[in-house]
């Protein structure tokens, strides 16, 4: 089955630990994005890869971090975790962008 | 950051009510994606608009692409409770790799 996969779903963790959110698509596409949506301020852009070794940052990158080691696999790292980065997050994929994008499940995160 | 905003933001129909929601820009799209999102998943991709006045038809559902490409709209016809959902439109500006999402309308269908 196509899919995106993150991991873990939900997570609760302290301020400061570090952390890193998986993602990974068996779609062979070249692009691949993270987002999180908060209440109030729907899906914002954190960062995108337009193939491997290629990333770039979106609308809100700071306090994360990401890489593109190999086409299949995106993760979101979060060096030091603090409360304002509580929030829901997406991994989306896509051939090209512009036919739209296959999203995962979503990672739930609470920062305390 | 091109904005998107979506109208009306909350809708709550009956089942059978025909109803249409808006996606608005000031900003010129490449293309035209409009999403579900069901609560605790991910947005589901409905349907791509690419071509200025392109009219896509979905079963019941019927997305046209503004003239101009500044906007879209959505319209369900007959609903059912399984619409029920956040709808979500985005635009592409040509660099594909960024998507700017809409505020997006929740709606509820009930029987």
């Known amino acids: 089955e196509a899919q995106v996969t993150q991991n873990p779903r939900y997570l609760i963790t302290v301020t400061g630990k570090k952390l890193t959110v998986t993602c990974s698509q068996n779609?062979?596409?070249?692009?691949m994005s993270w987002y999180r949506q908060d209440p109030g301020l729907g899906l914002r852009q954190i960062y995108y890869?337009?193939?491997?070794?290629?990333?770039d940052k979106g609308d809100v990158p700071e306090g994360y971090k990401v890489s593109r080691k190999e086409k299949r696999n995106f993760p979101l790292i979060l060096e030091s975790p603090s409360p304002n980065q509580t929030s829901l997050y997406f991994c989306?994929?896509?051939?090209?962008?512009?036919?739209?994008?296959?999203f995962g499940s979503g990672t739930r995160l609470t920062v305390v | 950051t091109q904005l998107l905003e979506q109208s009306p933001q909350f809708l709550s129909i009956q089942e059978g009510e025909n109803l249409t929601v808006y996606c608005n820009s000031s900003?010129?799209?490449?293309?035209l994606q409009w999403y579900r999102q069901e609560p605790g998943e991910g947005p589901v991709l409905l349907v791509t608009?690419?071509?200025?006045?392109e009219v896509k038809k979905l079963k019941r559902l019927t997305f046209q692409f503004g003239d101009a490409r500044k906007d879209s709209s959505l319209h369900i016809t007959a609903a059912q409770p399984g619409d029920t959902g956040l709808y979500l439109c985005?635009?592409?500006?040509?660099?594909?790799?960024?998507?700017?999402f809409g505020t997006g309308t929740r709606l509820q269908v009930t029987l």
């Open positions: 989306a994929s896509s051939l090209w962008g512009g036919n739209g994008y296959t």
């Open positions: 779609m062979n596409h070249e692009y």
């Open positions: 890869s337009m193939n491997v070794e290629v990333t």
């Open positions: 900003s010129v799209f490449s293309s």
């Open positions: 608009v690419v071509t200025g006045g």
């Open positions: 985005a635009g592409d500006t040509g660099t594909a790799s960024k998507l700017t």
